[in-house]
């Protein structure tokens, strides 16, 4: 007799709950894995941040200081006896701030009523905050001075070199005198009478923070004080402090920030500054769920974030730069 056997069939797998558990268990490690790539990301995006403020902190400062260290140089002469005779500067300031005023090669002020003084060229400049516990300075520096490197007459002569050399201001001067003079487009001459003498470009720099907060930079160019350039992006304040010599000897015997006193001060007084004392703040982009609430020391005043910029970082550079070409009586 046949007997027919059936078989039984067993089939393996996941049960439901189990893939459901499975399913649950992956969304968890991939929310871990977000949440650590976005926490990296975040951290990469502050260091970015941290980078370019460091970065743009320091181009700022360098170009400041760069050009404080021609102040008041006259390649040997007192800036007094340079003789400025025959030239005009197109939108020049005026007084002592006047591109051809020899009688100073530095000067300073705080810019407290939204313009430089004695320079519309500068009329974006920012109002700061000189008053109570928490201040923005918005200082301001303008230099005057022979700056670069020395420039053989030869080659300021040269026909071939008219390109280079046209339409710009020069300084020559001996031990004893100089002249600043202007080249013309078409030729090139050198003022007569200065033996020996060496030869620059003339510089004139005046540094401030504008309305949108950027360090802005005017010079003289082509004979003409030139429409501000921006330098650096984000400045928030910018404090100067002079060092002072009150008997007139190289010495610095007292820092004074600037004020109501100094914004009077007469060329004597300023060709007794020895040392300048620059304070410069900076910041980043907003940035979300960051709040600063640090307080920054500028020199003699401090500065705290108003709430409704403090989602940015800061940065406070001070450097202090010593004058010597006024040390050593360039302008006395």
Not at 29 to 46: D, E, H, K, R
Not at 198 to 207: A, P
Not at 300 to 321: F, G, H, I, P
Request: hydrophobic share 40%; proline share 2%; charged share 15%.
């Amino acid at each position: 007799m046949y007997i027919r056997t059936r078989s039984k069939c067993f089939q393996s797998g996941l049960t439901l709950i189990e893939l459901m558990i499975s399913m649950v268990l992956a969304l968890l490690l991939m929310g871990v894995l977000a949440s650590i790539y976005i926490n990296s990301f975040s951290i990469q995006m502050t260091d970015s941040r941290s980078v370019a403020l460091e970065h743009d902190a320091r181009n700022a400062m360098t170009l400041l200081i760069r050009d404080l260290s021609s102040a008041g140089y006259a390649n040997g002469a007192p800036l007094g006896d340079v003789a400025v005779t025959g030239l005009t500067v197109t939108n020049d300031c005026s007084n002592l701030s006047s591109a051809l005023n020899m009688s100073v090669g530095l000067l300073a002020g705080r810019g407290d009523d939204g313009s430089i003084t004695n320079c519309s060229i500068a009329a974006n400049a920012k109002t700061g905050v000189y008053t109570g516990t928490y201040q923005t300075p918005a200082d301001w520096v303008l230099v005057k001075g022979a700056i670069g490197v020395e420039i053989d007459s030869a080659d300021l002569i040269d026909a071939d070199n008219v390109d280079v050399y046209k339409n710009r201001n020069f300084l020559i001067a001996n031990t004893v005198s100089g002249k600043i003079f202007k080249t013309g487009s078409s030729s090139l001459a050198i003022p007569s009478g200065f033996e020996r003498g060496v030869i620059r470009e003339y510089g004139f720099s005046l540094f401030y923070i504008n309305t949108s907060n950027q360090l802005a930079l005017v010079q003289l160019k082509n004979g003409a004080l030139q429409a501000p350039v921006v330098i650096a992006d984000n400045v928030e304040a910018l404090r100067v402090r002079v060092g002072t010599a009150p008997d007139g000897d190289s010495g610095v015997t007292q820092l004074t920030g600037l004020n109501a006193a100094t914004d009077g001060w007469g060329a004597s007084d300023w060709n007794r500054v020895r040392s300048l004392e620059i304070n410069l703040l900076v910041s980043t982009g907003t940035e979300p769920g960051y709040s600063d609430e640090n307080v920054y020391q500028l020199g003699d005043v401090n500065y705290k974030a108003a709430d409704s910029v403090k989602n940015k970082r800061r940065k406070l550079l001070t450097q202090t730069v010593f004058l010597y070409n006024l040390s050593y009586g360039q302008t006395q």
